[in-house]
């Protein structure tokens, strides 16, 4: 991923440099790694299927068509099981050393 791609997860209330993709990626679809673009709502059909995008022919009058978005926080914990951490840097922080960081320090101090 670009640089640009590495923190694209965060808003204006939520400054973390996170990176749109949960943890482990989408189920049955895996990283996004090019340019995406966020609906509000769901979408009906497979997930790779292409979509079209174009404009209303009917012209929109109610209050919610026109409220401003304002969006908060992007959920990025893992959709795969009960995942409950944004980053690899707060999983870390929370659950400590693991026994694959033991292993992997102290295969880099032998070598």
Known sequence: LTEEGKRNGG????ITEKSINPMGGFPHYGLVNQ???????????????PITLRKSLIVQTKRFAHEKI????????SKLGHGRFQTHAEKRAFMGKLKKDLIAESEAIKA
């Open 35 to 49: 340019d995406f673009v966020m609906i509000r709502g769901c979408c009906v059909g497979s997930k790779k299927r």
């Open 11 to 14: 808003t204006e209330y939520d």
């Open 70 to 77: 304002n969006l908060k926080w992007i959920d990025t914990s």
